[in-house]
């Protein structure tokens, strides 16, 4: 069945630092991939999302591109803030539709001022 | 204006109650789910209802119960609470089940002692 994988966590940086969270799936057909974000005490929040093959989302700095080639779609911002520190869920829903989003198990991330 | 609200908030029982949770999304949408995350921030959906049908039943017990009285609130009621039923449960919604984003409520973190 379609899976996910993302880099374990707790992540921490220092503000200004590079970011990536790795994002690995399998999945049967062309699934859209999604990162979610969860700040603490909410509920998630759509970040960026990619419908198809070498497309790039991006939201609020951040980057990911889907990448079928390596069943990749990897988390990236230049230079994190504070505002940033929340976990990220890495999801994909297939072709069939987005009745079932398939989530990976999250990745902390804690950035230091 | 809350797009998916839930109440309550938090809820701590005792094992063998029954107990509901409550969710409103005020989006128009036609579909609303149900995830559960566990305490390693695993989440899984449990249930999805478009326009007040059931359209996705995981492997779910028999003690919890869906509701949805109209396509703007879909409800969850649990019975025979066990200790394992602890989690936070979010509810979220979509425009159709093939809609890609979902947007989700701030979740009821249960805790059953």
């Known amino acids: 069945g379609n899976s996910v994988t993302q880099m374990e966590g707790p992540v921490t940086l220092s503000e200004e630092a590079f970011l990536t969270i790795n994002c690995t799936y399998t999945?049967?057909?062309?699934?859209?991939l999604f990162w979610y974000v969860q700040y603490p005490g909410e509920g998630l929040q759509l970040l960026l999302k990619?419908?198809?093959?070498?497309d790039k989302g991006s939201n609020k700095g951040f980057e990911a591109t889907y990448r079928k080639e390596t069943t990749s779609f990897h988390l990236e911002k230049g230079s994190v803030q504070v505002s940033d520190s929340a976990v990220y869920f890495c999801?994909?829903?297939?072709?069939?539709?987005?009745?079932?989003?398939?989530f990976g198990q999250g990745t902390r991330l804690t950035i230091n001022p | 204006d809350t797009a998916v609200s839930q109440t309550p908030k938090y809820l701590v029982t005792q094992m063998g109650n029954d107990k509901s949770i409550k969710c409103e999304q005020n989006?128009?949408?036609?579909?609303m789910y149900w995830y559960k995350q566990d305490s390693k921030k695993f989440l899984k959906i449990m249930f999805s209802?478009?326009?007040?049908?059931?359209?996705i039943n995981e492997t779910v017990p028999n003690r919890f119960s869906p509701k949805s009285p109209d396509k703007a609130h879909l409800n969850l009621h649990i019975n025979s609470l066990e200790l394992g039923d602890s989690a936070v449960y979010f509810c979220?919604?979509?425009?159709?089940?093939?809609?890609?984003?979902?947007?989700f409520g701030p979740g009821t973190r249960l805790l059953v002692l």
């Open positions: 990619a419908t198809k093959a070498d």
């Open positions: 989006l128009g949408h036609d579909t």
């Open positions: 979220a919604s979509s425009q159709g089940p093939r809609q890609e984003t979902q947007y």
């Open positions: 209802y478009n326009n007040k049908e059931l359209i």
């Open positions: 999945a049967t057909g062309y699934p859209s």
């Open positions: 999801a994909l829903s297939g072709e069939w539709g987005a009745q079932k989003l398939v």
